[in-house]
């Protein structure tokens, strides 16, 4: 699946202050997948049971 600059900056955008905050709390190694996550229930309003559910478009854009 491919998702458009403005599908990401729409449902992928910035994590909150608060979701900022609480991956700061966590392990370096963990944050992008507890971004991804986050991201990922807000969108879909579910947690993904597979790293493969994750658009990779989405987590580049994360990740940056």
Known sequence: MRFSLEALTG???NLSF???DFGNSKP???RL???VQLK???A???FDTAAAEAPDEAVSYLAE
């Open 33 to 35: 997948g507890l971004a």
């Open 40 to 42: 990922f229930f807000a």
């Open 28 to 30: 370096v190694g963990s």
């Open 44 to 46: 879909y309003g579910h």
């Open 18 to 20: 608060a979701d900022v």
């Open 11 to 13: 449902a992928w955008r």
